[in-house]
C-alpha cells in the first residue's frame, strides 16, 4: 500500500475500530434475531396477517439493519487489516475463515427471508432453533481469536 494510504489508516485506526464494533454489534444483533423470528414465522398460517406482519419485520431487519452492518463491518475491518498488515499471522487467517463462513450464513438467511416472503418454507421450527445458534458459536470463536490472538 502506499505511504499516504498507510499513514491514513494509522492515524484513524481507532476511528476504524470504533465503527468496525459498532457494525458488529449491529450485524449479530440482527443474525441473532431474524432466525428467532423464523422460529415464530413457522408456527403462523400461511397468508394470515401476522404472517404477513412478520414477512415485513424481517424484511426490514435484513434490509435496514442486517444487510448495511454486515457492508459496514466488511469495510471497516478489511481496512484495518490492511493497515495492520494482518494478512500471515495465523489466528487472523482463522478469524477471516470464520467471517467468511459467517457471511455465507448472512447468505443462507437472506434465502430463508425470501422463501419466507414467497410463502415457500420448508423448514421446521426446530430447524430454525438449531441453526439459530450457528452465528453465537461463530461470534464466540471470533472474538477470542480477536483477543488472544492464538
Known amino acids: 500500500m502506499t505511504g499516504y494510504i498507510m499513514e491514513f489508516l494509522t492515524e484513524y485506526y481507532k476511528?476504524?475500530?470504533a465503527f468496525h464494533v459498532i457494525s458488529v454489534i449491529s450485524w449479530m444483533a440482527g443474525m441473532l434475531y431474524l432466525p428467532r423470528l423464523f422460529v415464530y414465522h413457522t408456527r403462523l398460517e400461511v397468508g394470515s396477517e401476522a404472517s404477513e406482519m412478520f414477512k415485513e419485520m424481517e424484511l426490514k431487519l435484513m434490509k435496514i439493519i442486517i444487510?448495511?452492518?454486515?457492508?459496514s463491518a466488511w469495510i471497516f475491518g478489511l481496512s484495518m487489516a490492511f493497515g495492520q498488515?494482518?494478512?500471515?499471522?495465523g489466528w487472523f487467517q482463522l478469524k477471516f475463515l470464520l467471517v467468511i463462513i459467517m457471511s455465507g450464513f448472512h447468505g443462507y438467511l437472506s434465502l430463508w427471508r425470501r422463501q419466507f416472503s414467497q410463502d415457500k418454507n420448508t423448514h421446521s421450527e426446530k430447524f430454525f432453533r438449531q441453526v439459530n445458534e450457528i452465528p453465537a458459536i461463530l461470534m464466540i470463536f471470533i472474538v477470542l481469536l480477536v483477543i488472544l490472538k492464538f
Not at 67 to 71: I, S
Not at 85 to 89: A, F
Request: aromatic share 24%; proline share 8%.
Open 85 to 89: 498488515e494482518l494478512w500471515g499471522q
Open 15 to 17: 476511528w476504524f475500530l
Open 67 to 71: 444487510n448495511p452492518a454486515m457492508a
